[in-house]
């Protein structure tokens, strides 16, 4: 900033002061004392607990490693890349402060690495803005209500677990039963701005797959995809997730609604235990330490929405150990979040997808985002699939009697109905709109249940079938 001095002369040197007084002059430099395993150990620099050093490799390239622990004298690091070329007494210099990653427009279209760099050929990526990437997650009071309706072009998702613009939604599934498909249908659909796309801990065949296959040129117009793999070191694999949000915040600082789609918060977690485990932390529970129960709230309580502008909806996907929905980070996953939805295996066998388990899920967010007739319709039909999985071993054997529980025999009637609203194809697109129409339809006539069964009175609209 440029002075006026009390004579009216300007002092052109204020400005380069003030820049010289920001500097550190001193350049903090220490020297690897160890290399074991996954972690280094130096004297030196004097840094704060989570700060980027810089190791110098044989060939003078640098490698950024990040403070993980502080024991005495010594620094405990983990190298954010390959540690082949360190050396015992190589020179660690202070890289001055945490991670940032080059943030604007420019980045919509592209696949980046967990360290920002590009991936898909296309060039470097010039942009205009920093985002530190471990930055902390907005006040609770700064957030705005959620109140509008977010579609994802799903007809099980917005019609009868409907998410709302700024929610945080887990999707838990075993391996193999569909929730890369889903993530890339939802990008595809959807009616946010901006996507953004963390693949984190995928096999490598799988990006290219997910890129040019499943979310294809529509889609990536639309995106940007964070690729960190599971041939990559842990603390790429952590800080990708961590760049992934420091990028939605960017778009969501503009004013824009963003999809946050992650896959997936267990490779995320898996990454954090080899990085508590190596830095010395004793594993707590089912081998876990301490540190992925902490690193989990501050990575997923990032997305939401924030006052001043626009929101980021959160999609994470939770890969279930062996098909069970009460493991650890399962467990604590649900907790944090405001909903999940549940894929089955078993609808997955029968070819019904995608294969979401209605009745295993809810969205914590769907009674402030739609209408009154709208959540009636939608809890009909749970009701109604639930009345026919409580008798359907009685029906598959024959053994039920028509007439036995009215509701039962209205889940037969509709059950034809009700499949073929829930099952979609890849590529078949619905708007919002005609999915909440479609919905209606099937339990809303004329403003009166069509479920309604003799002797039941009419509500002025629609309420749930009761027993």
Not at 144 to 165: E, F
């Amino acid at each position: 900033m440029v002075k006026i001095l009390p004579q009216g002369k300007i002092d052109v040197l204020s400005k380069y002061k003030d820049i010289i007084e920001e500097i550190d002059v001193v350049r903090k430099t220490g020297k690897v004392e160890r290399v074991a395993g996954l972690t280094i150990e130096s004297i030196g620099p004097a840094v704060k607990f989570g700060e980027l050093c810089k190791i110098r490799r044989e060939d003078g390239e640098f490698l950024f490693a990040e403070v993980v622990g502080i024991h005495k004298n010594r620094l405990i690091l983990m190298p954010i890349g390959d540690l082949r070329g360190v050396t015992v007494g190589a020179q660690v210099i202070d890289a001055g402060g945490g991670m940032t990653v080059a943030v604007g427009e420019e980045l919509l279209g592209r696949v980046i690495s967990g360290t920002g760099d590009p991936l898909d050929g296309k060039g470097p990526i010039f942009t205009k803005t920093q985002y530190p990437v471990d930055s902390r997650p907005v006040n609770p009071l700064d957030r705005s209500l959620i109140t509008k309706p977010l579609s994802v072009g799903i007809r099980a998702i917005d019609g009868l677990l409907t998410v709302g613009r700024g929610q945080r939604i887990g999707i838990f599934s075993g391996s193999g039963v569909g929730k890369s498909t889903l993530i890339a249908m939802m990008a595809r659909f959807t009616d946010a701005d901006v996507n953004v796309i963390a693949l984190i801990g995928e096999r490598g065949r799988e990006v290219r797959d997910f890129v040019d296959r499943e979310l294809g040129t529509e889609g990536l117009r639309r995106s940007v995809v964070i690729a960190a793999t599971s041939d990559q070191p842990p603390m790429v694999r952590i800080r990708g997730a961590f760049l992934a949000h420091a990028v939605a915040e960017f778009f969501r600082d503009l004013g824009m609604s963003v999809n946050l789609l992650m896959d997936s918060v267990t490779r995320f977690a898996l990454a954090q235990r080899e990085v508590g485990l190596a830095a010395g932390e004793p594993s707590a529970t089912r081998g876990f330490p301490p540190s992925v129960f902490s690193i989990l709230p501050r990575l997923l309580e990032r997305s939401g929405t924030r006052q001043e502008g626009g929101s980021i909806t959160g999609f994470y996907s939770i890969l279930v150990e062996a098909d069970d929905m009460n493991e650890p980070i399962a467990d604590a996953v649900r907790g944090i979040l405001d909903g999940h939805i549940v894929l089955d295996r078993e609808l997955a066998h029968k070819n019904h997808y995608p294969a979401i388990d209605v009745l295993g899920s809810i969205s914590r967010c769907m009674k402030d985002v739609v209408d009154p007739e709208h959540l009636d319709a939608a809890n009909s039909f749970r009701e109604l699939l639930a009345a026919y999985k409580s008798a359907e071993d009685l029906i598959m054997l024959g053994a039920y009697k028509r007439g036995s529980d009215m509701v039962v025999d209205r889940a037969i009637d509709m059950r034809e109905q009700m499949n073929a609203f829930l099952r979609q194809g890849i590529y078949e697109k619905n708007g919002f709109d005609s999915i909440v129409k479609r919905l209606k339809d099937l339990f809303v006539k004329e403003g009166k249940p069509s479920t309604a069964l003799p002797g039941m009175p009419r509500a002025p609209y629609f309420a749930p079938v009761r027993r």
